[in-house]
């Protein structure tokens, strides 16, 4: 999963700083794509995150919840 995230963030993030110097000043541009870089990051960390947590974590851990019930 994490090959994944740094795969979209890496491509979200070139994509962001190949556009930015059509539309923005330099200065502004540069720190503007630091800025959205670390916007981009964490906003993916956090889907991440509520993917997995929505998800088992493994399945002896399922086997084992459904083995108390019996």
Same mark, same amino acid.
């Given at each position: 999963?994490?090959?994944?995230? /740094? %795969?979209? !963030? &890496?491509?979200?993030?070139?994509? *962001?700083? %190949?556009?930015?110097?059509?539309?923005?000043?330099?200065?502004?541009?540069?720190? %503007?794509?630091? *800025?959205?870089?670390?916007? *981009? !990051?964490?906003?993916?960390?956090? &889907?991440?995150? /509520?993917?997995?947590?929505?998800?088992?974590?493994? !399945?002896?851990? &399922?086997? &084992? %919840?459904? !083995?108390?019930?019996?």
């Amino acid at each position: 999963m994490s090959y994944l995230l /740094a %795969s979209i !963030t &890496a491509r979200i993030t070139e994509k *962001v700083k %190949s556009q930015l110097p059509q539309i923005l000043p330099k200065e502004v541009s540069n720190f %503007s794509s630091m *800025v959205m870089k670390s916007m *981009v !990051t964490e906003s993916l960390e956090h &889907a991440v995150l /509520a993917k997995e947590s929505s998800q088992p974590t493994s !399945t002896y851990e &399922a086997a &084992a %919840s459904l !083995t108390e019930f019996e």
